[in-house]
C-alpha cells in the first residue's frame, strides 16, 4: 500500500494556509482535538484511546514543524494517558492543553500545570444525579466529573438524542445558577466556566508560539470555537488551514471547515502526508 496522498482544501484560505504550512513548516503549528479527532468515538468515554495510527504519524510529523499541541476538553493527563504520548519518540516537544486550555502538559518536563479550580462546578455536580434522574433518563446516562468541569453522556441511553433534548434546558438552568455554560457535543453536555474555550486556549498558544500559519483539526461544536479563532487569526494575515474530522452527527464543523476527513483513520492519513511532503526533519 503506498502513502497518502495529501488532499487538497476546497477553499482559497485552505489552499493558502496549506501552502503557508509546507514552505514554512519551522514556523507552523498543527493543534489537533482529541475524542473524535485523534480518538474514535465509543459508548463510554472512559475507554476512548487514540487511533493506533495516531501517535506514529504525529512522531514523524513534529520534528518538522514548529510545535503541536493537542487541545481537549478533558484533563490534560487523562489525554496524555489515552493517547498514548508520554515518552513517544519525536514527541519531544509535545503540548496536551486540557480543559480548553487550565491546564497544560509539556513533554520536555512531564509535568501539569494547571489553574486555580473554577468555582461553581462542584455545587452543578452535586446536583446533577438529581436532575438525570428527574428527566425520566437516568437509566444508560453517566455523568463524567472531569475536574474542572462535568459531563453528562446520553450515548448509552435506550433513545439518546431524546435523552439529550430532554436534558438540555434542565442543565442550562443549572449551569446558569452556577454561573457555569453548556457545551453541547456528540450526545454530551457539558458544564463548565464562561470564557473558556478551545478557541482562546488555541489563539493564546498560538501568539505564544510566534506561528507563521496553524492547522486546527475537530470534529464537534466545541472546535467551532478553535475554528473561529484561525478565522480571526486569518484576517489578521496569519494562514490557517481547518480540518474536520468528518461524522454524520455534527455537520456544522464540516461546513466550515476547509477539508474534510473521514474520521480519525482520515486524520492519520493527512499527518503522514503532511510528513511525507515534508521529507526528513532537519538534524
Known amino acids: 500500500m503506498g502513502s497518502p496522498s495529501l488532499p487538497v482544501p476546497v477553499t482559497p484560505a485552505g489552499r493558502d494556509g496549506l501552502a503557508a504550512l509546507l514552505a514554512g513548516p519551522r514556523r507552523a503549528v498543527v493543534a489537533l482535538d482529541f475524542d473524535g479527532t485523534l480518538a474514535g468515538i465509543v459508548p463510554d468515554p472512559e475507554q476512548a484511546r487514540a487511533h493506533p495510527g495516531a501517535v506514529p504519524a504525529l512522531a514523524r510529523l513534529a520534528p518538522r514543524l514548529g510545535s503541536v499541541a493537542v487541545i481537549t476538553g478533558r484533563p490534560a493527563e487523562v489525554a496524555v494517558r489515552y493517547g498514548g504520548f508520554a515518552g513517544a519518540a519525536g514527541l519531544e516537544r509535545l503540548v496536551v492543553l486540557g480543559h480548553y486550555g487550565a491546564e497544560r502538559w509539556d513533554a520536555t518536563t512531564g509535568a501539569v500545570t494547571a489553574d486555580a479550580p473554577p468555582p461553581g462546578v462542584a455545587a452543578a455536580r452535586a446536583e446533577l444525579p438529581g436532575i438525570v434522574a428527574g428527566s425520566g ?147
Not at 173 to 194: K, Q, T
Not at 219 to 233: C, I, M, P, Q, R
Request: glycine fraction near 12%; proline fraction near 5%; hydrophobic fraction near 45%.
Open 137 to 283: 433518563f437516568g437509566r444508560g446516562t453517566w455523568i463524567e466529573d472531569k475536574g474542572r468541569a462535568v459531563a453528562v453522556h446520553t450515548r448509552r441511553t435506550a433513545h439518546p438524542q431524546a435523552a439529550f433534548d430532554a436534558l438540555r434546558e434542565p442543565l442550562s438552568a443549572l449551569a446558569e445558577r452556577h454561573g457555569l455554560i453548556v457545551e453541547p457535543g456528540r450526545l454530551v453536555l457539558e458544564l463548565r466556566p464562561p470564557g473558556v474555550d478551545k478557541g482562546a486556549a488555541l489563539a493564546s498558544y498560538v501568539r505564544e508560539s510566534g506561528a507563521g500559519c496553524v492547522l486546527y483539526a475537530g470534529d464537534d461544536l466545541g472546535d467551532l470555537a478553535a475554528f473561529a479563532a484561525v478565522e480571526e487569526l486569518r484576517a489578521e494575515g496569519l494562514p490557517g488551514l481547518l480540518v474536520c474530522s468528518g461524522s454524520s452527527e455534527v455537520t456544522e464543523l464540516a461546513d466550515r471547515a476547509d477539508l474534510v476527513v473521514d474520521g480519525p483513520g482520515g486524520v492519520v492519513e493527512l499527518l503522514t502526508a503532511l510528513a511525507d511532503r515534508l521529507g526528513p526533519a532537519a538534524g
